[in-house]
């Protein structure tokens, strides 16, 4: 339903001009929970700003159910926003805030206060509808400027980080409402978050951002699984690289016992592997198998993390599930074996900059 | 408590010369309207407390009309000033930079700068030429001059208020498909009220207040507060006056603690 072919956004003429999206394309289906996940400054919020109409884009073609949107005023698109920092109206109350849309479309009165008393129960604030919105908690602020956001019932609703001015806990109950929110109203959602645990927990997929480009889109298990390059994997959960070489379709490692069949064109590649994949102790057969020695172990309750150090002291970490009686997998200090899976290594190219 | 930030009221004899300054400041003020209330005639000499200057001021016609001019020239050019100063307020702050704004900058709040009585004796110039050739005599010339030299104190409050708004709500709006006016009408003028309200009450007592310009300008015959008391004491020093110098000195502090209670709200 919304497709971005080529979007670009720069800022500023001549030579101080930042570009902050670079050609961006990507397509998003009808009721989609579509999650843009990147570090600081990667072009988030300018790539909402775009879709919104807020800003018009430098190049490239917005397409909202076949129409051209990208230099639509934002007051004349089906796309609504809840800000950062909520952007409540101060001098309104609660109820004038979630009917503030319909009333600027001009609909009845009848219809307005119908809405806004569905969507207050929507979002469970019903008994606050004649309490200023400045008198609010955080959380009571959020659920209100979902409310007005929804309203009007958005082709698309875009989130900018919408749960990060929560604590801890509030925002966990919130993903959950969010997600609630979303299935119960079958809409669909942009949300911009740089955490990528709340990423992979709401998102049907998410689109990876680096420097103004989209690295990967996928849904969070092949972005975990299958990152498409070396800063994916860097920036979605802790993983292991390790340089390597292909020859004649077998990879081998420096510091391996022998090399392992894989599918790869030859040259140099980096090898990467999840900590939760690295098994200790047994030399395993479908495996490569180095040879480590035990830096420290770090017990974090469900397992614990065991940093090893290879023979040329590249780092690498394990994860092995703590059993109920089953003490330490094994002590700093100590020299083992380790055996890299072959099914769970990723083999990127590794000219790659993280 | 070492490295608490540089503290006035610590610096020696510092809360001595402030007493001196509210003394100096406001004991005059305090004989002034003490004496409005006296009986006799004379300043010093107490015959009793009573209500008969005032009586006799709301009995005095001269003095009606003055002030019956000075309360319309005073809501005139603040309306104006306020109108005005808002439009100027919301070009300055609302706008990317444009050309030439920090010269809108300084011409708008040059009559602050400006010697009142160079902008008195220019208005002069000029307006007598009008009155000439026109052969109006009325209001209209006293209502422009102080609608002109009110905008910078209107301005003010309004473009502080303005620089404190959040932006995201006007771009919230937008989103929420309010169109530029109905943005305008539902949101930043509700959140601008209360500067422009300041702002208005400003403007009014500095125009309530004004002397010079209005004696250089006025029409023969034509008096405000202000310039009908100079006239006044320049002929004889009542006790009426005292009445009348204290109901103006309320009007204008009334007013000023308004303006100040609602700058001061929601900060
Ligand atoms: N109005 C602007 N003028 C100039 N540069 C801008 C402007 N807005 C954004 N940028 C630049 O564009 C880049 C992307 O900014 P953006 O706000 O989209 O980042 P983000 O991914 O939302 O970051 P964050 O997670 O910190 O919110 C940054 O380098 C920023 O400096
Ligand atoms: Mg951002």
Redesign the interface.
């Known amino acids: 339903m919304l497709d971005l072919h080529r979007l670009t956004k720069s800022f500023g003429k001549g030579d101080s001009a930042v570009t902050a999206l670079h050609e961006v394309s990507f397509s998003i289906a009808e009721g989609e929970f579509f999650t843009l996940l990147g570090p600081s400054g990667c072009g988030k919020t300018t790539l909402l700003r775009l879709i919104?109409?807020?800003e018009p884009p430098s190049g490239g073609a917005l397409v909202l159910d076949g129409r051209d949107i990208a230099h639509v005023?934002?007051?004349?698109r089906p796309?609504?926003?809840v800000?950062q920092?909520y952007?409540l109206?101060?001098?309104m109350t609660v109820a004038e805030n979630v009917g503030?849309?319909l009333?600027?479309?001009g609909r009845p009165r009848a219809e307005i206060a119908a809405t806004v008393e569905r969507m207050l129960a929507l979002v469970k604030l019903s008994h606050l509808a004649g309490r200023k919105s400045a008198a609010l908690s955080g959380g009571q602020q959020q659920r209100v400027a979902l409310a007005?956001?929804l309203a009007?019932r958005p082709r698309i609703l875009l989130l900018d980080e919408p749960l990060s001015a929560l604590d801890m806990k509030l925002r966990k109950e919130m993903q959950v409402e969010l997600k609630r929110l979303q299935q119960e109203t079958g809409l669909t959602f942009i949300f911009v978050t740089h955490d990528q645990e709340e990423a992979l927990t709401m998102s049907d997929r998410i689109a990876v951002m680096a420097g103004g480009r989209i690295q990967q889109i996928a849904s969070p298990r092949d972005l975990y699984d299958q990152p498409a390059n070396r800063f994916v994997a860097g920036f979605i959960g802790e993983t292991n690289f390790l340089p390597a070489h292909c020859t004649a379709g077998r990879l081998t490692l420096p510091q391996a016992a022998a090399p392992l069949p894989v599918p790869h064109a030859d040259g140099p590649v980096t090898v990467m592997i999840r900590p939760e994949h690295v098994a200790l102790g047994q030399a395993r057969p479908d495996a490569l198998v180095l040879t480590a020695q035990v830096d420290r172990l770090v017990y974090f309750g469900t397992d614990t993390h065991v940093h090893l150090h290879l023979s040329d002291g590249s780092p690498l970490v394990a994860r092995v599930q703590n059993a109920l009686r089953g003490g330490q997998p094994c002590a700093a200090g100590q020299t083992i074996p380790v055996s890299l899976p072959g099914e769970a290594l990723r083999l990127l190219p590794c000219d790659e900059a993280a | 408590m070492a490295d608490r930030a540089f503290d006035t009221r610590r610096l020696p004899g510092a809360t001595v010369l402030a007493l001196a300054c509210f003394v100096i400041l406001y004991i005059p003020m305090v004989i002034l309207v003490a004496n409005s209330f006296n009986t006799g005639k004379v300043i010093g000499q107490w015959e009793g407390v009573s209500l008969h200057w005032y009586a006799r001021a709301l009995q005095n016609d001269a003095f009606l009309a003055a002030a019956r001019t000075s309360l319309i020239l005073a809501s005139l050019a603040a309306l104006i000033a306020t109108i005005t100063a808002t439009m100027a307020a919301l070009a300055t702050t609302r706008s990317r930079g444009f050309r030439g704004e920090g010269t809108i900058h300084i011409v708008l709040n040059q009559p602050i700068m400006v010697p009142e009585i160079v902008l008195a004796i220019a208005l002069l110039i000029i307006i007598a030429q009008i009155k000439q050739a026109t052969g109006y005599t009325g209001l209209g010339y006293l209502v422009i001059a102080h609608s002109a030299f009110c905008i910078p104190f209107a301005y003010m409050p309004i473009r502080a208020r303005l620089e404190g708004m959040?932006l995201?709500?006007e771009?919230?709006?937008?989103?929420?498909?309010?169109?530029r006016l109905?943005t305008f009408r539902?949101?930043t003028l509700?959140?601008l009220a209360p500067g422009i309200l300041a702002g208005f009450m400003l403007a009014f007592v500095i125009s309530l207040d004004d002397v010079v310009i209005s004696d250089f300008l006025k029409s023969p015959g034509q008096d405000t507060l202000p310039t009908y008391l100079l006239g006044e004491l320049r002929r004889n020093l009542t006790s009426e006056i005292y009445a009348i110098s204290s109901l103006l000195l309320l009007i204008s502090v009334l007013i000023v603690a308004g303006s100040w209670l609602l700058t001061r709200k929601k900060t």
């Open positions: 919104a109409g807020f005023p934002p007051n004349q796309v609504n926003t800000f920092n952007a109206f101060p001098h503030f849309a009333g600027a479309q007005r956001a009007a | 959040d995201t709500l771009t919230a709006a937008a989103d929420l498909y309010a169109g109905y539902k949101v509700p959140l």
